[in-house]
């Protein structure tokens, strides 16, 4: 059973920072990208970083370019997401997602076939 589990959410003041992770189980990603969306009240899910099979690629939302990095570590199935600068608009729901088959750091929602539950961030102002 392939499965993406996050953590790190949390509550944090504006201007704070939190660092969130994604543990992929049941399937390597090792080979293929991987990345975070988001889904806050009354939006829809909208992309927010996104990460190569090797992490040597990253392409991220307008909304988040410099303040947020995304990593990953493949000898451990991992990826990661430091959230830096927080702002009240950042508030959502994030996903962490794998894909089956595309390599290069893509933002379209179509590409990924695997999600994880998601983890709650909150930035209070």
């Known amino acids: 059973q392939v499965q993406l589990v996050e953590s790190g959410g949390g509550l944090v003041q504006a201007g704070g920072a939190l660092r969130l992770s994604c543990a992929a189980s049941?399937?390597?990603?090792?080979?293929?990208?991987m990345g975070w969306f988001r889904q806050a009240p009354g939006k829809e899910r909208e992309f927010v970083a996104t990460?190569?099979?090797?992490?040597?690629?990253?392409y991220y939302a307008d909304s988040v370019k410099g303040r947020f990095a995304i990593s990953r570590e493949n000898a451990t199935n991992m990826i990661y997401l430091q959230m830096n600068s927080l702002k009240p608009e950042d508030t959502a729901v994030y996903y962490c997602?794998?894909?089956?088959?595309?390599?290069?750091?893509?933002?379209?929602?179509?590409?990924?076939?695997?999600w994880g539950q998601g983890t709650q961030v909150t930035v209070s102002s």
């Open positions: 997602v794998g894909s089956s088959g595309v390599r290069y750091a893509s933002p379209r929602r179509s590409d990924y076939d695997y």
């Open positions: 990460i190569n099979w090797s992490g040597s690629s990253t």
């Open positions: 049941g399937r390597t990603f090792s080979t293929y990208s």
